[in-house]
């Protein structure tokens, strides 16, 4: 927006603390200036801050010193205990114990194993994506990864909802269906075939080793509420 800020005739001044903590005064000549809080290559790194109470909009800190590492924690902090803790931290129906020490957390773990499960059929589909398709891209290996990945998800999920159909069908239909439907989003109907037959028995090993562990998990806490 560059249209006058305030008065038409008059200057207007705003007053900031450059980089080397000398204060300045600047003229604001339009809105965009005065929304921006100062004038690149002026203030502290480039990064500009309300220095009066006038301004509609409000920062959530205000830079002082001119401190990067101050300005560095400040944003690191906030990433980390948003993101980095938020599951351990206040995850449904985990104990003290686990909550203190995610090492103990019997949740983690049932997450972590179809994680750890699924970055193996990806290297796996890739190793063999790539013997057959050498020129393959990344776009199209990726594509790959995600057909291998959805029968994985079909037949390892422990929910229900949109799979009734799909599980209902025999092995050959179901064979048949997703080769069908890869192959009409322009992969290669015999790399498909080869990651069906040699990614297969993979694919049963992990889904019931995650059912071992699905039941074993509700057993304890079964257990546990006795």
């Known amino acids: 927006d560059r249209s006058p800020w305030g008065e038409a005739e008059g200057e207007q001044w705003v007053t900031f603390e450059d980089y080397d903590g000398q204060i300045k005064s600047l003229q604001v000549e339009d809105v965009a200036d005065l929304v921006f809080g100062g004038h690149w290559d002026e ?19 205000r830079a002082g010193s001119g401190s990067i590492a101050d300005l560095y924690e400040r944003l690191w902090i906030n990433a980390r205990s948003r993101l980095a803790a938020t599951a351990l ?4 129906y985990q104990t003290r114990e686990e909550m203190e020490r995610w090492t103990k957390s019997e949740r983690l773990d049932v997450y972590a194993l179809p994680v750890a499960q699924r970055m193996h059929l990806e290297r796996l589909v890739e190793s063999v994506v790539r013997a057959k398709e050498p020129d393959v891209d990344v776009y199209r290996l990726r594509l790959y990864k995600s057909a291998v990945l959805q029968i994985f998800a079909v037949m390892g999920s422990p929910h229900r909802w949109g799979n009734e159909a799909i599980r209902g069908l025999t092995e050959e239909e179901f064979r048949a269906w997703w080769l069908d439907t890869w192959e009409a989003k322009g992969l290669r109907r015999d790399v498909l075939e080869a990651l069906y037959s040699e990614l297969r028995k993979y694919i049963d090993t992990f889904v019931s080793r995650r059912l071992r562990e699905r039941i074993r998990f509700l057993s304890k806490r079964l257990v546990s509420l006795r």
């Open 43 to 61: 203030s502290s790194w480039d990064y500009f801050f309300w220095v009066g109470g006038e301004g509609p909009e409000a920062h959530p800190f």
């Open 89 to 92: 931290a206040v995850g449904n």
